[in-house]
């Protein structure tokens, strides 16, 4: 089943509707969807490699305009922002965000736009504590564009010898992938 899976990701990698789905991907995980981009960016990058860094400014440019919706939930749509942070499990309420901005501001989204955590958590709870616009979208262009194109060169200078390695042993590989998500997670818990 893994098998299937991982060949049917690599297809979609190569199919002719594979950018239009990494943008629409990109788009909606930054405000609403669970899916991050990295499931389509990565086998695409390892597909195409020449294309490695117009996937990455695809990934980006999608990725903050849908932060740009984020936003504006968060913003313009309260108790709709409210619900999705809930649904995301910070039913912490309105006061803690506008806190975490008032307390670390730009450092929120520096931080979290790099990391694998939601970036919807972001997007609208900057819209909740009504932070800086202009900070927000330069921002989240930095964080989203260095996350991508970084991904973006890692796997074009090593993709190839570690496509070959994961190929190779595919159920390890995925083991380990999973021991290291649940490990991210209870730490992220814990703290």
Do not use: N
């Not at 690599?10 to 199919?15: D, K, N, P, T």
């Not at 990494?22 to 086998?43: C, K, Q, R, T």
């Not at 909740?128 to 991904?151: C, D, K, M, Q, Y």
């Not at 070959?164 to 703290?191: D, P």
């Amino acid at each position: 089943m893994l098998r299937k899976l991982y060949d049917r990701v690599f297809e979609l990698a190569r199919s002719r509707h594979a950018t239009k789905a990494l943008a629409v991907v990109s788009f909606a995980e930054s405000s609403f969807f669970p899916i991050p981009p990295d499931v389509m960016l990565a086998p695409m990058i390892l597909a195409r490699p020449q294309k490695a860094y117009v996937y990455a400014a695809i990934c980006t440019v999608a990725s903050v305009l849908g932060g740009i919706l984020g936003y504006a939930i968060g913003y313009f749509l309260t108790d709709v922002g409210l619900a999705i942070m809930r649904l995301l499990g910070h039913s912490d309420g309105l006061e803690q965000f506008r806190q975490w901005f008032d307390q670390w501001g730009l450092w929120v989204i520096l931080i979290k736009g790099l990391t694998p955590i939601p970036y919807k958590l972001v997007t609208i709870a900057s819209g909740l504590a009504a932070f800086s616009f202009p900070i927000f979208i330069a921002a989240s262009v930095a964080t989203r564009g260095g996350r991508f194109f970084l991904e973006a060169w890692i796997l074009k200078t090593w993709g190839p010898a570690m496509l070959a390695q994961v190929e190779k042993r595919l159920a390890l590989w995925t083991g380990v992938g999973l021991v290291v998500l649940i490990g991210l997670i209870v730490v992220l818990k814990l703290l």
